[in-house]
């Protein structure tokens, strides 16, 4: 098998030839089909979450075939086609995995940081957090990939936002939030993109996805939001997103890590504002939003790369040259 393999942070990527891997128990070995590049990817490169281990072969929004089972790998066959996203495992006796909050895991395995993930041929991982795809998913891996975690999250976002957030500010208009104002659209709601001051290309990008308007993040909307969305690991933003919902509304912070957030004036919090963030995902996350994303006619923008060319997609991604999600075919 080949992989691209990150020795160290803040280093290049290096394509490596492996020995093909045996699945131990409970766990699948998968034939990578397509593996999408998350903004994640990125601060696994350059170190800034904890809990990464080097070196380590990046890479979580993975759909793969099947190819070998491991001892008691139950519910799973030769040359399925399933989903690996970013929650690769869970203790599952923890406080949290017992109330359901397996995304607060005390001990899991996030899959491209602290297990090898899918810029690879092949990769291993455990049966029971591999995901159902549908059958149209199944048949078009690259544009799936997205949806194993800019989807996810986007939708966990979306979700914590609440059932009255009937309009909402999206910020960082990229993989994540170019699904989900599909889906608020289809839902009803009202979305507004914010993206970088000046980034028309991004803000027609956003009116094309079904954003009724588009503007700078400095810029007010044409009305209060009822929760803002934050995809931009940008600290900053969360003043800017306070200034722009309504009283009682929510800023949700959808990023693993985001910029320190600078002070702010106590008025932008006042009349039971609240911030929150988003933290991981779990299999019933991923149950739910893939069988909503096979009924609805998403349109998932995408760029190729081969896995060769991991570093080109990284730099793309990196420099905001993208447009959707940036996805791997080995």
């Known amino acids: 098998m080949q992989a691209m393999v990150l020795g160290h942070p803040k280093q290049a990527l290096q394509l490596q030839d492996r020995p ?192 009724s308007w588009a503007g700078g993040s400095g810029e007010a909307p044409p009305e209060p939001v009822d929760a803002a969305l934050i995809f931009a690991p940008a600290g900053e933003l969360v003043p800017q997103a306070l200034q722009a919902v309504r009283k009682g509304g929510r800023v949700v912070c959808g990023g693993i890590h985001m910029s320190d957030i600078p002070s702010f004036p106590y008025r932008l919090l006042w009349e039971e504002r609240r911030i929150l963030s988003v933290a991981n995902l779990t299999r019933q996350d991923g149950r739910e939003f893939l069988a909503a994303a096979a009924r609805l006619p998403l349109r998932v923008r995408t760029t190729r790369y081969a896995l060769a060319d991991a570093n080109a997609a990284v730099g793309d991604l990196r420099a905001g040259r993208l447009n959707g999600a940036a996805v791997l075919v080995p």
């Not at 995304?103 to 090898?116: A, E």
Request: charged letters at 15%; glycine letters at 14%.
């Open 20 to 211: 093909l891997p045996e699945p131990p128990a409970g766990e699948v070995r998968l034939r990578v089909l397509a593996c999408a590049v998350c903004r994640t990817d990125l601060h696994v490169i350059d170190g800034e979450l904890p809990q990464a281990r080097y070196p380590i072969v990046p890479g979580h929004e993975i759909v793969g075939e099947v190819e070998a089972l491991g001892p008691g790998a139950d519910g799973l066959c030769v040359g399925q086609i399933v989903g690996l996203p970013w929650l690769g495992g869970a203790c599952c006796s923890c406080r949290y995995c017992i109330d359901g909050d397996e995304n607060l895991c005390d001990r899991p395995q996030f899959t491209g940081c602290s297990r090898d993930g899918g810029f690879a041929t092949h990769v291993l991982a455990r049966a029971a957090f591999c995901l159902p795809l549908g059958a149209s998913q199944c048949a078009d891996p690259e544009h799936t990939a997205p949806l194993l975690c800019a989807g996810l999250i986007g939708w966990r976002a979306l979700r914590a936002a609440g059932d009255g957030a009937r309009v909402l500010g999206l910020y960082g208009f990229g993989a994540a939030a170019h699904l989900i104002a599909q889906v608020a659209a289809h839902q009803g709601r009202k979305v507004f993109a914010f993206t970088r001051a000046g980034d028309t290309a991004g803000q027609q990008f956003a009116l094309s996805m079904g954003a």
